[in-house]
C-alpha cells in the first residue's frame, strides 16, 4: 500500500488531453506523483478530447513531456513505461452524453470490480465547462460507482469575465458537481513560497506583531513576465491582464498577505479570512489604476513584435498586457496602507515579488553617522529562485560607526536539499487527498470579482487606450506616475 493508504482505485479523466495544460502540466504531474508512490496502486488515467488517436499515439504524444525528477535515471523509463501502460485515449465530442456513455464503459472495463473513486480535470477552454459537466452528469459519470466515495471536477480559471458571469458559471456547474466535489485550481497557490506564506507570518514570533500599519508603509505585489502572450493571443485578447494575472493569482498572494490569523489552517477556515479581507477591499477606481501595452522593439538580441503585431490579435486591440493597481484595505490592520499591484508581460526579467516596505525609524540616534537609513524590508520572492531577504542597517566592520544597507538572504536552492515540486504536482495530490485548502472557494472568486468588475466595465464602455511600452523594458511611464501618486517610489 502507498503513502496515501488508498486501496480504493483512482480513475482520472483528462478532458482535453491532446492540449499543452495536459501534456506540459497536468499528465507530467501526475507522472511525479506517480514516482513518488503517491497515487493508489490502482490508478488509470484516460485522456479525452476531440481528435482522434489511439493509445499508443496518445502516449507517445504524452511521453515527450515526462521528465524524470523523482527516480534515478537508470530506472526512469521502467517507471514511464509502467505509468504510460495506465494511460488510455478516447475521442468524443465534449457535449455528447453517448460519449460519456461510451468513456463509462471504458472506465469500468479498466476498474473491473474493484471500486473507484474518480477526478475529472477540465484541460479544456472555459467555455466549454458547462457543456462537459451537464454532460458528465446525465451520463451518470458523477454519481459515485459502489464502494467509491468520491467523484471529483478540477476547473482553472478564467472563471467568467466579471462578476455575473462567473456567478452564472459557479451556479450552474454546482447543480452537477457541489462546492465540496469542485476544485478551482488557481496554480500559484501550488507554489511552494505561496504555501509558505502563512508558516512565515503566522509561525515567526518577529513577523506578526509587525504585520499592520503601524510598521508597514507599503506592500508591493510584482509579477513580470519577459515574453509576450505568443501563440495564446487569441485568448489573451478577450481577457486582458487584470483578468489574466491580477484578479486570480494577484488577488490570491494579497490574501495571503493581508488576512487576519485563521483559527485553524484547515480549508474553511483559511478561506473564510482570505474572503473577509478580499471583502474590505473597495472597487479598483478609475484613477488608481495605469494601463500599457506592449510595443515592439529590439530585445535580447532580437526583434520582437509589438502585442497589436502577434497574430491573433485585431488590429487597434485596447486589451492592456500590463497593469497597475492602487489599493487600499480597509480594516483596523491596513487601514491607509497602499497595496501595490503590478504586472505585466513582455518586461524586462521574469519574477514575481512580495515586497513589504517597513517605515522608517524614528530614532535620531544615528544621524550623527550621516547615513540616511533605508527603510526594512521583506522580500518574498515567489519566482525564479525561490528566496526570502530581508533588507536591514548594518553596521560595516571596522574601527568607525559606518552603516550600510544589508540583507538577510534565504535562498531556497542553497538552504535546502529537497526539490520544489511543481505546482501542478502540489495540487493534484490534494485533490486526491480531499484537502481543499488550497483551491478558491466561491465565495473568494466573487470577493475578487467585485474588486475589478466595475473598473473593467467602465475600461471597455470607454475604449480606453493602454499606453504603450517597448517589449523588454520597464511598462509605462503612467505605472511609475501612479507609484509617484501614492509614495511608493
Ligand atoms: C497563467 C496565465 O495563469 O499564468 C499566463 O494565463 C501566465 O498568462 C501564467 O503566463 C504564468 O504562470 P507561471 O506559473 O509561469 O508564473
Not at 506564506?197 to 505585489?221: E, K, T
Not at 534565504?410 to 485533490?431: G, H, M, N, S, T
Request: proline share 6%; glycine share 8%.
Amino acid at each position: 500500500m502507498n503513502e496515501l493508504g488508498l486501496q480504493t482505485g483512482l480513475t482520472i479523466v483528462v478532458l482535453g488531453a491532446s492540449g499543452d495544460l495536459a501534456r506540459k502540466k497536468v499528465i507530467p504531474a501526475l507522472f511525479a506523483l506517480y514516482c513518488q508512490d503517491l497515487l493508489p496502486e490502482a490508478f488509470h488515467i484516460v485522456g479525452f478530447a476531440r481528435r482522434p488517436m489511439t493509445d499508443e499515439a496518445f502516449r507517445a504524444n504524452v511521453m515527450e513531456k515526462l521528465t524524470c525528477r523523482y527516480v534515478p535515471g537508470h530506472s526512469c523509463a521502467d517507471y514511464m513505461e509502467r505509468f504510460l501502460s495506465r494511460c488510455s485515449y478516447m475521442s468524443g465530442e465534449y457535449d455528447s452524453r453517448d460519449a460519456y456513455l461510451d468513456l463509462y464503459q471504458a472506465m469500468r472495463l479498466l476498474e473491473g470490480d474493484a471500486s473507484a473513486n474518480r477526478m475529472y480535470y477540465m484541460a479544456i477552454p472555459p467555455f466549454l465547462f458547462l457543456d462537459v459537466a451537464e454532460a458528465l452528469g446525465g451520463a451518470g459519470l458523477v454519481e459515485c460507482g459502489p464502494g467509491a466515495t468520491w467523484s471529483r471536477a478540477i476547473i482553472e480559471k478564467p472563471f467568467g469575465r466579471d462578476r455575473t458571469s462567473s456567478d452564472h458559471l459557479v451556479s450552474c456547474m454546482g447543480k452537477v458537481f457541489t462546492e465540496g466535489q469542485t476544485f478551482r485550481i488557481d496554480h500559484y497557490l501550488g507554489k511552494e513560497i505561496v504555501q509558505n506564506l502563512l508558516v512565515l507570518r503566522f509561525a515567526n514570533r518577529v513577523f506578526d506583531p509587525l504585520w499592520n500599519r503601524q510598521h508597514v508603509a507599503s506592500v508591493h505585489i510584482a509579477w513580470k513576465e519577459d515574453i509576450g502572450v505568443g501563440n495564446r493571443a487569441g485568448y489573451f485578447d478577450d481577457y486582458g491582464i487584470v483578468r489574466d494575472v491580477v484578479q486570480n493569482h494577484l488577488m490570491q498572494l494579497l490574501a495571503l498577505v493581508a488576512m487576519e490569523p485563521p483559527t485553524s489552517f484547515d480549508a474553511p477556515h483559511v478561506c473564510d479570512e482570505k474572503v473577509r479581507v478580499l471583502q474590505c477591499i473597495a472597487p479598483l477606481a478609475f484613477d488608481r489604476l495605469a494601463l500599457g501595452q506592449y510595443a515592439a522593439a529590439r530585445f535580447q538580441g532580437q526583434d520582437c513584435a509589438a502585442y497589436r503585431g502577434e497574430s491573433g490579435v485585431p488590429a487597434g486591440s485596447c486589451t492592456p498586457t500590463y497593469a497597475a493597481a492602487v489599493l487600499h484595505i480597509d480594516n483596523d490592520r491596513w487601514d491607509g496602507v497602499p497595496f501595490f499591484i503590478t504586472a505585466g508581460k513582455a518586461l524586462d526579467e521574469r519574477t514575481t515579488e512580495i515586497r513589504l516596505r517597513f517605515r522608517p525609524v524614528s530614532s535620531t540616534r544615528f544621524h550623527e553617522t550621516g547615513a540616511a537609513l533605508p527603510p526594512n524590508e521583506l522580500v518574498i520572492r515567489v519566482q525564479p529562485d525561490e528566496a526570502i531577504r530581508l533588507a536591514i542597517t548594518n553596521k560595516a566592520p571596522g574601527l568607525d560607526m559606518r552603516l550600510v544597507p544589508s540583507e538577510l538572504d534565504l535562498r531556497y536552492q542553497a538552504a535546502f536539499a529537497a526539490k520544489i515540486p511543481d505546482a501542478y504536482e502540489c495540487l493534484l495530490l490534494d485533490v486526491i487527498r480531499g484537502d481543499r485548502s488550497l483551491f478558491v472557494r466561491w465565495d473568494e472568486l466573487a470577493a475578487a470579482w467585485d474588486i475589478f468588475t466595475p473598473v473593467l466595465h467602465e475600461l471597455e464602455a470607454r475604449l480606453v487606450q493602454p499606453e504603450l511600452y517597448p517589449f523588454g523594458g520597464n511598462g509605462p511611464e503612467s505605472a511609475r506616475a501612479l507609484a509617484r501618486r501614492f509614495h511608493l517610489g
